[in-house]
């Protein structure tokens, strides 16, 4: 399947930036202290959501999240001047927040696993697993108001509060939205667009937006990363939606063209059903109007209707042009040579990355 | 039925205090600004549960909720010698954030109706019901740092933001607690109050612990009122827990024993498996293990039990001691007569009231 696709995108091998393990430890000790010291089980359902315990309470070390979020706010408040200490409380924060977005799509989503780990629902039931994602959110704002006064003045810990919160509720909004598609036959391709920018723009926005913040930069710097971070946003969402369709299996560790398999409207079959005419246009409207499961001979179709309309290409350029538009929002800001390389190189990867 | 509970404490025609209706526009139009004037479908869901709209988004101004929070928040920080403007931004996050509660609670509970409206789940479905607490908890969160910043200044601004997150966090604890007991055979009466105290008491301690702290009370003030706010929680929740099982239908809206009816473990029933003995006690546990409906014979049985071991004794008792201790605890507090005698008021009104 994967080799009918010749129009894909080539997908060099990339290696991970390293800001995404520089921060790692910090990452983990800050999150373990943002936790109350509690024997309620509820705090074993976060515990085990984040990957320290297994089912039964047991100390665990299981593979979770890349901690995308919490890396760039910290390396984002390091390169405009500010330390790791100012940038540890949003990091800590957003990365609860986050896993509380996930608890809870899991649950729409009626997902069982995640990360080869049965879900918190899957386990504790939906009931639990709504009060775990409402924990964790808590959790996320308290890590910001509740920490060691010593490395952000009131007034500065409120202005990122401020943009955590107000970023929450857009990535609510995004998920609104996304379940709202996902009942329609078809979407346009601007408001799905518009959609990635909060579900998933938002908190990669606000993650080097509270760094910079963190770091006192001054405003146009601040609005500088705030801009490169929305751009990261869309870079990392395109490339998801690519991987989705045309990712290898070896990579991602999920099915080959697993998004068609589960008709997720996700850009590249947007763009198709915007695009693709005639006897192409009706094959896809049956297939995603339907409900029965795909067969094979459908996923193929799609796929070959993907190539049809150069759904691929269009993905790579809308990709690379929010690439080049990022790295231009990064030129007048005062950085070291080496934090310029590695803005370039975070760029680079998300546009390349393979799972 | 009703008749047959001789033991049932008193039930006093008792007027609603002024501070329950003094402040209404006030909260009224706090809520209203706190909205983003956005027309995505996320609101229109929150503006339903709030009343101020109907299922087709057409203006509505439906009767909901007491606003008890925002009330008592705004009566302590005037009592103590605070502003109105001052406490207007807790009070407004507070019954935003009691609000997502009662959205995930009813996705929880099943409920399909809450005061004669269809729950939001029951329209939208549990995911959007999901959506739309959590946008309804970011949006308390923001009431409380996105507002004027005149009348807090941002040191009390953020010390109020984290009474309001750990409250919320403990309230999530005392739901998960809550559903835990809800599939158990039998519940500690201590455990149980535990529970309440977390569930109940936590937001309405909060409410009067940031009335004072936006007031800018010395420490002893903000300590009593906190206090106090507990000791309402308790007495709320127990009254509560009275009137599903004793209050007249034409007083409380609800079936009467509904609690039974429900096999809801309130205090009288938790305190009634705990004392029941010999026949009463198998009779008791036969009806609160089995799955099959009640009949009326059942209810009938239970309300026997509860008046054997008077168990509403039992919670009057518990109600006034607390009332008495939070008249205590207000004694030392500098009040102005007025005030302390609407307190009184307050805490009579608590324990007596028949809705």
Redesign the interface.
């Known amino acids: 399947m994967r080799g009918s696709d010749s129009q894909a995108a080539p997908m060099p091998a990339t290696a991970i930036p390293h800001v995404f393990s520089r921060y790692r430890s910090d990452i983990r000790a800050g999150l373990k202290a943002a936790f109350p010291d ?1 024997t ?3 705090y074993d359902m976060l515990r085990y959501h984040l990957g320290w315990q297994d089912e039964q309470g047991r100390a665990a070390d299981a593979n979770v999240g890349k901690e995308v979020r919490p890396a760039l706010c910290l390396f984002a408040c390091e390169a405009v001047g500010g330390t790791k200490e100012q940038a540890l409380p949003p990091a800590v924060a957003i990365e609860l927040i986050h896993n ?1 977005s996930l608890i ?1 799509d899991d ?2 989503d009626g997902d069982t696993e995640r990360r080869h780990r049965k879900t918190v629902w899957y386990i504790w039931g ?3 697993g ?2 775990a ?3 964790m ?3 996320g ?2 890590a910001l ?2 920490t060691n006064p010593g490395a952000l003045p ?2 500065r ?2 202005e990122i ?2 943009i955590l ?2 970023a ?2 857009e990535m ?2 995004g ?3 996304d ?2 598609f996902e009942r329609r036959p078809s979407v346009r391709v601007d408001d799905y667009l518009t959609m990635i920018d909060k579900k998933t723009g938002a908190l990669l926005e606000a993650s080097l937006h509270m760094g910079a913040v963190a770091a006192a930069a001054d405003p146009s710097t601040v609005e500088a990363m705030r801009l490169f971070g929305k751009g990261l946003g869309l870079l990392f969402q395109v490339r998801d939606d690519m991987l989705g369709v045309w990712g290898a299996q070896d990579k991602t560790g999920k099915p080959a063209a697993g998004d068609i398999h589960r008709r997720k409207k996700s850009l590249p079959i947007v763009y198709a059903l915007a695009h693709a005419e005639g006897a192409s246009r009706d094959r896809m409207l049956a297939i995603y109007r339907s409900d029965r499961p795909l067969q094979e001979g459908d996923v193929h179709d799609v796929l070959a209707v993907l190539d049809e309309v150069r759904a691929a290409a269009y993905c790579t350029g809308l990709a690379r042009e929010h690439a080049e538009r990022s790295m231009a929002t990064l030129a007048p800001v005062h950085l070291s040579a080496a934090a310029r390389a590695e803005f370039a190189d975070l760029v680079q990867f998300l546009m390349d990355r393979e799972h």
Chains 1, 2 share one sequence.
Do not use: C, K, W, Y
Request: hydrophobic share 40%; no cysteine.
């Open positions: 509690s309620a089980p509820l509380f809870h649950i729409q939906q009931s639990h709504i009060n994602g409402d924990a959110h808590a959790l704002n308290l108001l509740d009131p007034q810990r409120l509060s401020r919160t107000r929450s509720l609510i909004e998920q609104v939205l379940l709202t």
